[in-house]
């Protein structure tokens, strides 16, 4: 047959031996590679037909056996692993498989099989399982946890360090209890969902807590395996507790914490390659030197010079990472030759994308000569001791046994009182715990620089911030601590309120654009899909603060953020990220929600109304849907489509705050509605004289009613006057044809005039303002509406004697040319008032 043929074909150069038996069980066909797995060639397997039973090893051969009669069953593909013995006489491992032939009609052919050499897999297997109870060894005696858990968080197998880490006993294996050992659950969470996108985790930070409570740090890193049939995490996990508790955290100061910075209690000083790249003033009075001199330095121009090598070492060592202390002291040679000792605490940062380090420097040098005072002399040290500007005092046994008036001023009480009551007395009662052992550490020894901040309640009931230090002492034959402690309330009030403004817009109170982005970040993962993003813009502020100023249009972005606030949820991120724009952050939201959320924003925004002025803000929206998705793509879009309803919502937005704006004008001042009236019939008049075209006309007559619009953002005692102006009043109303200019040139349907009130009080002869234009330069609109706007003004003044009309005729010829246009107010004349 044509497919027997197609088949031997194909067998024949197959790398596996290949058999054919026919329905009555007669062997058809043996594969040529039979050869190089058993020793046989196919001839004699063909001619002896219990060859290949013959040499199934005894053991295996029940195997074979009951495989045959499975064969029988003829409705599925069988396998089976057994041993032969090869014609040279080693063993060899085969797996068979094989299925049985039926044809279209269902009859039974015979089967094929393919017989496979694993024998050096099987080898392989051997040797594993020799090598397990040796690779046992090595992971018990591992100086780090390793341990392999179920992604439910069933523990497998954990070696012997970490059973001690853990506080555990071997019984904890099989018991379902990784989840209580992490501080934060959701911080497993994430390890889980990290491992599975990437295959493999390094350096995880772990918050973790042992089976008695205690809470440490550890660094694991994980892989995905499978273990005893089960998907696992296969960890190891470093002890990193103590490197936790040395590091503190120190944020990059921006523009608009400087006020802070520059009045910090401590010098500041920002060290990068070697030079002073940031200091303040502080750092100044310390050194010496001013802020620019400081910047030209290098660092090592103020160490006194026996204290270099200290200095340079812990710097080096601390921008290498090692091990260092964070606060040490030296001695600083000020400018002039002074020398002053400093207390420094100091940190490795970023700095413009580069390591640098951040010193807190304190002048300790009255602390330092009160040491040595007390080592030279009692009479001396009690002196310092009596005028330091540090509390000092000695506590014995948690009494306090001797104290400075610094202290009483710090605490409230006379060191009368003091000296009978325990030093916890007037420790707040939140910090008396850790203040309490603090003390006893140092009277175990711990390294004296270490310092320490907690709260007192002085006698008056005032809560205030103190940082001690101290050393173990001597007493009266018996073991005390001397503490020094400084007030650092303001400082800490300090430090609070730069890390406010870190994350804080301060208009509004929202979250501010570095805090969204870094939570942006934190949101941006599988779990938190679908992410729904919205842009809202504050239509009209320029315009709002244009013409109603900056409180006004300050007022209006509070209103419109503190609704969007309370409407939201309280999982939803909220942040102003810009002038007038604002982001929302909506986790596991589909677009449907999102619109019905942002279509509650718009109706309680359209129904509110600040100083007037009706608040509208138009949104953009899109969501994230997909892990591999682009926020930054959805972002632009979200943008985009916010653009678009802006340009719908926000022109008519406009027209209705230009009414407003004249209305509250007018309102302010009746006889500019009057006014503005009269200059635009005028200016009517006048331009069907020197017959100008239609349109001209109509826009002419607009440009008479809104040409001072912008003394809208006037003093209303200088608006309502009735007094000759003084300088500084002269100069702000000459402000008004720019006011007037860009709130017109803002709204699209009066942006043509705009450029007709900014010139409608320049002059011919180029003295008049804002730009001081000449002639032609001047649109004929503004000349025309510059002798209309005069003309009236003169024969109705408010805060003189109006002139007659033949009085302000006159001045009108009087001031042709200079003032006025010539051929215009000839026209005028002759035209429009005669």
Known sequence: MLEDYKYKIIADYSYDWETWEDQNGKLQYVSPSCERISGYASEEFLDNPRLFESIILGEDLEIWKSHHHEIANRDKMYEKQFRILHKDGYIVWIEHICRAVIDETGVYLGYRANNRDITAYKNSIETIIKNELQFERIIDTLPFCLSIITLDGTVLYINPKGMEYFEVEADVIGQRAAMMHWVNPERRLLWLDKIKNEGIVTDFEMHVRTASGKELWSMGSGIIIEYQGKECVLSSQHDITERKEMERSLQESEEQYKLLFENAAESIVVIQ???????????????????????????????????????????????????????????????????????????????????????????????????????????????????????????????????????????????????????????????????????????????????????IIKKDGEIRWIESDGI?????????????????????????????????????????????????????????????????????????????????????????????????????????????????????????????????????????????????????????????????????????????????????????????????LYERNKDEQLHSERVAELCTKTAEAMKLEGQQIEEIALLGMLHDIGKIGLDKSILNSNIELNEKECKEIKKHPETGYHILKSVSEFSHIAEYVLCHHERPDGKGYPRGLKGENIPIQSRILCIAEAYDSMINKHYKEPLTVPEAVNELILNSGTQFDEEIVKIFIEKVIT
């Open 273 to 455: 390659d070697g030079k002073v790249v940031l200091s303040n003033q502080m750092a100044t009075a310390l050194t010496g030197y001013s802020q620019e001199e400081l910047g030209k330095l290098h660092f090592l121009n103020f160490i006194y010079p026996d204290d270099e090598e200290l200095v340079v070492t812990n710097h080096t060592k601390r921008l290498k990472d090692e091990t260092v202390d964070r606060i040490y002291s030296y001695r600083i040679l000020k400018k002039g030759g002074y020398v002053r000792w400093v207390e420094m605490n100091s940190l490795k940062i970023k700095w413009k994308g580069r390591p640098a380090t951040f010193n807190l420097l304190s002048d300790i040098t009255e602390r330092k000569e009160a040491e040595d005072a007390l080592r030279v002399s009692e009479e001396k040290y009690r002196l310092l001791f009596e005028n330091a500007v540090e509390s000092i005092l000695v506590i014995q046994n948690e009494q306090i046994k001797m104290c400075n008036p610094m202290t009483s001023i710090l605490t409230g009480y006379s060191q009368q009182e003091l000296v009978k009551i325990k030093f916890t007395d007037f420790v707040y009662a939140e910090d008396k715990e850790k203040t309490l052992a603090f003390h006893k550490k140092r009277l175990e020894g711990m390294d004296g620089v270490t310092k320490q901040q907690f709260r």
């Open 472 to 664: 173990k002492i001597d007493w009266n034959e018996g073991e005390a601590g001397l503490y020094f402690a400084m007030d650092i309330t303001e400082r800490k009030s300090t430090e609070e309120k730069i890390l406010y403004l870190s994350y804080f817009d301060q208009l509004t109170g929202l979250y501010n654009r570095r805090f969204y982005e870094e939570e942006l970040e934190r949101l941006d993962t599988k779990r938190n899909l679908p992410l729904t993003l919205v842009m809202a813009d504050v239509n009209g502020l320029k315009l709002t603060n244009d013409a109603f100023g900056h409180t006004s249009g300050d007022m209006l972005l509070k209103a419109v953020a503190d609704i969007m606030k309370k409407e939201l949820r309280a999982d939803d991120i909220l942040a102003r990220i810009g002038g007038d724009e604002f982001v929302i952050l909506l986790p596991k939201t589909d677009s449907v929600e999102a619109q019905l959320i942002v279509n509650r924003l718009k109706d309680k925004i359209s129904n509110t109304v600040i100083d007037k002025i009706s608040a509208s803000v138009s949104f953009g929206l899109d969501t994230k849907k997909e892990e591999s998705e682009d926020m930054e793509k959805i972002f632009a879009q979200a943008e985009d489509y916010m653009y678009r309803r802006k340009l719908l919502e926000s022109g008519s937005m406009k027209s209705e705050m230009i009414t407003l704006i004249t209305r509250s």
